[in-house]
């Protein structure tokens, strides 16, 4: 069974309602990156990055996955499938998809203050600012800050020259490290490139394929694309 990575970024979530930081004017709802995505804004005003992820969190309850969450899952049965997403959701998750790692963190995680490698599960969507980790410091969202280390680039980078065909969906390929995942890939194996915009493609060097769809359109059409050359 080949081996087939699928990394994905906003455009396949996007699907789902959820927005993104890179909308037209850089803002996200009346807020700014620098004011709930850095470390410098948890230590400064930890009330509101605390409450910007609380409203992430109740954003995630109202959506669900789309047509290409749900035809990534369905690569399982043809492929050895693993994820690599941008992604904080869970929404791969909760198509089927069985093995993900995530670049940027989760958002139903959270992380002990003091010990980055103190990770619990949230179900809710509200965290309190008193609530404590098991190592009795405050809680903090399981998110790779801008400006914090990519803890999982590492893996994500061997999982990426495992592949026998490489899946990247709904990215602009701009957010680095991330982006870089396709250099890893092996040169001679074929990438598909799902996107209906114009994402960087100077670091693709291999035989590609680009449909310019949107992903919940898109991606079905790349998995019946992918059947019919077994």
Known sequence: MKKLVVFTGAGISADSGIRTFRDSDGLWENYRIEDVCTPEALARNRALVIEFYNMRRRELDRVK??????????????????????????????????????????????????????????????????????????????IVFFGESVPMFDQATRIAASADLLVVVGTSLAVYPAASLVHYARPDIPIYLIDPGTPDLRLIRNPLTHIRKRAAEGVPELVELLKGQL
């Open 65 to 142: 996955p789309n047509a290409a969450h749900e035809a990534v899952a369905q690569l399982e049965q043809w492929f050895d499938v693993e994820v690599i997403t941008q992604n904080v959701d869970d929404l791969h998750e909760r198509a089927g998809s069985s093995r993900i790692t995530h670049l940027h963190g989760e958002l139903r995680k959270l992380r002990s203050m003091t010990n980055p490698d103190l990770v619990i599960d949230w179900p809710h969507w509200e965290q309190k600012l008193t609530d404590t980790a098991p190592d009795g410091s405050l809680l903090r969202p399981h």
